[in-house]
Nanobody, 126 residues
Framework: QVQLVESGGGLVQAGGFLQLSCAVSGRSFNNYVMGWFRQSPGKEREFVASIIWNGGSTYYGEAVKGRFTISRDIVKNTVSLQMNGLKPDDAAAYYC???????????????????WGQGTQVSVSS
């Protein structure tokens, strides 16, 4: 049974930082794209960042480029999202996701990801 479990959310002041973690289990994630998405009430799910599990290539959404860093630890089976310089607009539920890498895979499209975690809430006070 595939499981993705997020942790690390919380309340932080604008300009502060948080690190989210996603513990993954239940299958090999070789040739998988691991992604982070976020969603605020009334808004569509937004791509944040992605990383190829066994290659390490990363990709970021424009809104977070230069502030957030995605990484993975293939020994601990975790995917992390370091978030610096947080803004009130970054407040959302953050979701970890995994999708099988294939030709034409688009990291930003949530439909390409088969597995999802339950999410962790990030709140940013101004």
């Amino acid at each position: 049974q595939v499981q993705l479990v997020e942790s690390g959310g919380g309340l932080v002041q604008a300009g502060g930082f948080l690190q989210l973690s996603c513990a993954v289990s239940g299958r090999s994630f070789n040739n998988y794209v691991m992604g982070w998405f976020r969603q605020s009430p009334g808004k569509e799910r937004e791509f944040v960042a992605s990383i190829i599990w066994n290659g390490g290539s990363t990709y970021y959404g424009e809104a977070v480029k230069g502030r957030f860093t995605i990484s993975r630890d293939i020994v601990k089976n975790t995917v992390s999202l370091q978030m610096n310089g947080l803004k009130p607009d970054d407040a959302a539920a953050y979701y970890c996701a995994a999708g099988s890498l294939r030709e034409g895979f688009g990291s930003v499209n949530p439909r390409n990801y088969a597995y999802w975690g339950q999410g962790t809430q990030v709140s940013v006070s101004s």
